[in-house]
Each structure stands twice: as structure tokens, then as C-alpha cells.
């Protein structure tokens, strides 16, 4: 049995107090999870110096997540991504939602569940963290009381599993993922360009000049977009390709190949020097590469770090965005009483 390290992590404005949860392996592999928008707050590596190295961007304390609009760590929803002119519809009505990124909605809204404070249930036996959210009918102008849980569990075989699980009263449109920021050669260890990257996929979504998906699936062959090898961030990611220009950098998704609602490999990621490697699984049927083009060093996260321009990216798995505005792309709908239940899996490398 694991003992699961629990502490206070903060008072939010709410008056509620938030808590930090600490799960760790017989590998000396910790992480931290916060019940404050269900986040990642940390991920600690074993290193041959004796003091481990955190690869996830992070804040102290519950403050800093609650007044953040970075996401760092954060379960996301309603919707990850964006949903197009912030509305859709569903069975013959109109949904219109909260628009908090040029005319689209992004991420849920102005208050998705990354502002969201979720009781937590510990399961020592499994090392495993649960926290459960009662989202109501109508927030953000979404459909249905929603039932949700996100669970982190750490496994002996230095692998973090995230399951996203939730139950609606009504049809409505839902796409969770995790916005954990990596940085694999430290939290505070600056720019992630010269990190290498792997992404299981030959097409992606191409962007408006609004950074949202217009409809157009393109390949990835002779773009800088061409992740089917290893490849360093940095080499392409200045090129004069209007992909990469609309949006500063890498913020596209990939459509990942194999067969779907099977949990299989989508990316590999390697630190700069490569001391770690992280894999990514998921049963999602895309992937959000975001190389942290927005960072600008404004907010003090963990220790102090200023996080500054591309120095942590993020790999999200999840359903398309705007998948509710366009019918060609694999459909974000859960259906009343039915279940959503999706994982993904971090598998850590470190020599």
C-alpha cells in the first residue's frame, strides 16, 4: 500500500481551501495533483544528483492556478479547444456559448474546469487520486448536468494514467483533455526548442487566421508540420509557413493514426539532451501540439520560475477541436445517460 501525502495547498477566494496531493512509486517517481481545477502540479524524476527533476510547469500554491489564464496542469473542459463563432448545434438547436478567444469559445469559456474546485478520493491500494465535479446544466451556455470525474494514478512502471470520465442528463457536446505544460529538461530549464518530438499522425487540422480550425484536413508531408520522425522543435519552427506563422508556432492538431478507442502510442517526447523521454498514450483520435508560443514570463510559477516565451509545451490528446461545427471531423457527442471514458498515459524514460 501507497501512502498518499496530503497537505493544504491554499485558501481560493471562495473561501475554499485547496489541497495538494503527493502519489509516489518504488522508483523514488513522485507527483503532485491539486483539487483546484484537477491539475498536475508536478512531476518529480529520480536523478543521479539526489535532487529530482520537475518536468511540469507549475505554480506554489492554489492562487496561482486560480489566476491564471495559462491552463498549466489543468483538466480541461467542456470543450478542449475551440468551438467555432462560439456556438453549435445539437439536435436541431442552437447552443450559444461564452466567447473568450476572438469570436470562438476556447476551452470550455471564460469558467471551464480549470476554475472548477472537485472533492478528491484516494485510493491508497491503487496510488491513485480521484477528483468528482458536478458541472450544472447551462454554465458556459453548455447543455446538461454534468457528472465528471478525473482521475491520476502512478504506476510502479514510472507511468502516470489519467482517466477522463463523465455522465450528462442531457445529449451535449464534451471534449476532455490535460494542459500539463512539459519541460523536460526541468520545469525552469528555458526554451523547449531544442527538445525532439514524435507525433503518430500524417494529417492535421489547418487554421484560419483566427488560430481555430476552418474545416481542411492537410498533410504533413514536406511541411514543417512532419513529426513522423524525430524531430528537434527548433529546426522548422521559424520557417515562413503561414501554419506556423498565424499562430507564432506549433498550436495545430494531428489526427493520430490506428485503430480508435484502443489505447496506443501518439507521441514521444525527448528532453534536449536526451536524459528523459516521455510517451504519450491515448485512445483520442487527435493530439494538440502547443510549443508555448503565448509563455511571456508575466506570472511567477513554482520557485519563482518566470516561464517564459516557449519554455514548456504542451501535448494534449483529445477529440478534434471545433469537431461541433464541422461534420467531416470524428463527432464530440455524449449522449444522455451515457458514459465518456477516455485515458491517457505518460510513460517516463530517464537515464
Not at 463527432?331 to 530517464?350: D, G, M, P, S, W
Request: net charge negative; glycine share 10%; aromatic share 12%.
Amino acid at each position: 500500500m501507497n501512502n498518499i501525502k496530503v497537505q493544504p495547498f491554499g485558501r481560493l477566494t471562495t473561501g475554499q481551501e485547496a489541497f495538494l496531493y503527493t502519489l509516489k512509486n518504488k522508483n523514488n517517481m513522485s507527483i503532485n495533483v491539486t483539487n483546484f481545477g484537477a491539475s498536475l502540479e508536478a512531476v518529480l524524476l529520480p536523478q543521479k544528483t539526489g535532487n529530482p527533476r520537475d518536468v511540469v510547469l507549475g505554480f506554489d500554491s492554489a492562487s496561482g492556478y486560480e489566476n491564471t489564464a495559462l491552463y498549466l496542469g489543468a483538466t480541461i473542459g467542456r470543450y478542449a479547444g475551440q468551438i467555432r463563432g462560439g456556438s453549435f448545434w445539437l439536435n436541431g438547436k442552437q447552443y450559444s456559448l461564452f466567447k473568450n478567444d476572438h469570436e470562438n469559445t476556447l476551452h470550455g469559456g471564460r469558467h471551464g474546469f480549470d476554475k472548477h474546485y472537485f472533492t478528491a478520493s484516494l485510493d491508497e491500494d491503487d496510488n491513485k487520486v480521484t477528483f468528482f465535479a458536478l458541472i450544472p446544466d447551462g454554465e458556459e451556455g453548455f447543455p446538461g448536468n454534468l457528472q465528471v470525474e478525473s482521475s491520476y494514478r502512478l504506476t510502479d512502471d514510472d507511468e502516470i494514467i489519467m482517466v477522463h470520465t463523465a455522465r450528462s442528463d442531457k445529449d451535449t457536446v464534451l471534449n476532455m483533455t490535460n494542459h500539463s505544460y512539459y519541460n523536460l529538461d526541468g520545469h525552469d530549464g528555458g526554451s523547449i526548442e531544442n527538445h525532439k518530438l514524435k507525433i503518430y499522425g500524417s494529417r492535421f487540422l489547418e487554421l484560419a487566421e483566427d488560430c481555430c480550425p476552418n474545416g481542411n484536413i492537410l498533410d504533413v508531408s514536406g511541411t514543417p508540420m512532419d513529426f513522423l520522425k524525430m524531430t528537434r522543435i527548433g529546426e522548422r519552427i521559424g520557417m515562413s509557413y503561414p501554419q506556423l506563422m498565424i499562430s507564432e508556432g506549433y498550436d495545430h492538431n494531428w489526427n493520430i493514426e490506428g485503430t480508435k478507442e484502443c489505447v496506443r502510442k501518439i507521441a514521444v517526447l525527448e528532453s534536449s539532451s536526451g536524459d528523459v523521454r516521455m510517451e504519450v498514450f491515448s485512445d483520442l483520435p487527435g493530439l494538440q501540439f502547443y510549443s508555448g508560443n503565448y509563455l511571456n514570463g508575466s506570472e511567477a510559477g513554482k520557485g519563482g520560475c518566470r516561464y517564459g516565451f516557449r519554455g514548456g509545451l504542451c501535448l494534449e490528446p483529445q477529440y478534434y477541436p471545433a469537431a461541433p461545427n464541422y461534420k467531416q471531423f470524428p463527432a464530440a457527442v455524449l449522449k444522455r445517460n451515457e458514459i465518456y471514458q477516455h485515458t491517457i498515459k505518460l510513460k517516463f524514460c530517464y537515464f
